[in-house]
């Protein structure tokens, strides 16, 4: 499903900037991946993702940042596990990483720079760049060895959420 179904203007807006690359916004959606946004707020309230790195980079695919120490996962919010996420890995869909295993989504997410849609219903996307998706095309364009790891750290300066006057509980971690 289109993303724009799910902008709301009550919705949480993620502010990340990227050392050097500029400043990319985020509008996420709790009524896509309730327990995934939570997890997500979580973390950027914890301050957890400052200073880390975008790890993985795929030009034409997608970036993958937040990887760090291990913390607890979530279950994952996706149709490939039971539960019902219509929104599409189209370009600019922020979405979390996993393992092979369903359940193992933690920090990871990952941005997408082109649309892949043989993500949809195996990943819990969660909201979209509202702005900045220049700065997800600079990012996208590092020089990265084999592994698809940048040469030089991009680095997550500063995540911050802004909740609209709202409050989130805790996710629900296994």
Do not use: C, W
């Not at 219903?121 to 592994?147: C, M, P, W």
Request: no cysteine.
């Amino acid at each position: 499903m289109n993303y724009q179904t799910f902008m709301d203007e009550k919705n949480p807006v993620v502010t990340l900037k990227v050392k050097k690359y500029g400043t990319i916004t985020i509008e996420l959606f709790p009524k896509v991946a309730p327990n995934t946004v939570k997890n997500f707020i979580y973390h950027i309230e914890n301050h957890y993702y400052d200073g880390l790195i975008f790890h993985r980079i795929i030009p034409g695919f997608m970036i993958q940042g937040g990887g760090g120490s291990r913390v607890k996962p979530i279950r994952g919010e996706f149709t490939l596990n039971g539960f019902e996420n219509p929104l599409m890995h189209t370009r600019g869909i922020i979405s979390m990483a996993r393992t092979s295993d369903p359940n193992s989504q933690t920090t990871q997410f990952f941005i997408m720079h082109q649309n892949a849609p043989h993500l949809d219903r195996q990943y819990a996307a969660f909201g979209v760049v509202t702005s900045g998706i220049e700065v997800v095309d600079l990012i996208a364009a590092v020089k990265r060895d084999s592994s698809d790891r940048p040469y030089e750290d991009v680095v997550i300066e500063e995540m911050t959420i802004d909740l609209k006057g709202l409050t989130y509980d805790a996710p629900t971690f296994l």
